[in-house]
């Protein structure tokens, strides 16, 4: 069986994908302009797609770095223990970071990382995330610039997996429920 066949429905298309996130990173664009050379560092796994397409629309200088961190287990919920997979190369110490996320769902991913950065002294911390999940949020945490905000549903593709599956799918879509239940 195809995984297509494990989709529900589609929220985003691949076209509706392409073009907020060229609007959002004309937000960005203007906004980090003068900056003295931003840090971009995204979240693996999830975000990998997100940042290729986003730099591409970037047209200030910048660096990139990446993260790993993981909550999720096997299950559709956060478990709430975040481990840190793989951490930055390099200082941020003063450096103008930009954490770059997939989706932010209970917000405790999100303020994980916040505490770790901003106890190394950045010069300022500022979240894109593509996906919004106010809706399940257990922790505020800041967003500056968003793509979507998304329903109470599981969210799949477009980096976002289910039980590490499905991130290649061009779209944001739905999961059956059925491929869950039981978990
Ligand atoms: C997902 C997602 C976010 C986090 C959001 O990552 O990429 O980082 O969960 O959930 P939260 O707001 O409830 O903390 P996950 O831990 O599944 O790892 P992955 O990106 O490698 O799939």
Redesign the pocket.
């Given at each position: 069986m195809s995984m297509y066949d494990d989709v529900e429905k589609i929220l985003y298309s691949k076209e509706t994908i392409q073009k907020r996130i060229q609007e959002v990173a004309n937000e960005m664009n203007a906004l980090y302009s003068d900056a003295d050379l931003p840090l971009l560092i995204c979240?693996?796994?999830?975000?990998f797609m997100f940042l290729a397409d986003l730099v591409r629309y970037l047209d200030f200088r910048h660096e990139l770095d990446f993260i790993e961190?993981?909550?999720?287990g096997a299950g559709t919920a956060?478990s709430g223990d975040v481990r840190f997979l793989l951490d930055v190369g390099e200082s941020i110490k003063d450096r103008n970071v930009i954490i770059v996320?997939?989706?932010?769902?209970?917000?405790?991913?999100?303020s994980c990382i916040l505490e770790r950065f901003e106890a190394r002294h950045a010069q300022s911390v500022r979240v894109v995330a593509l996906l919004n999940k106010p809706s399940r949020r257990e922790i505020e945490v800041p967003i500056d610039f968003c793509g979507f905000v998304v329903p109470n549903e599981f969210v799949i593709g477009y980096g976002l997996?289910y039980d590490q599956q499905y991130r290649n799918l061009p779209f944001i879509g739905v999961l059956k429920p059925a491929v869950y239940q039981g978990d």
């Open positions: 979240n693996l796994k999830g975000a961190t993981s909550s999720y956060s996320e997939d989706i932010v769902d209970s917000g405790i991913t999100l997996d």
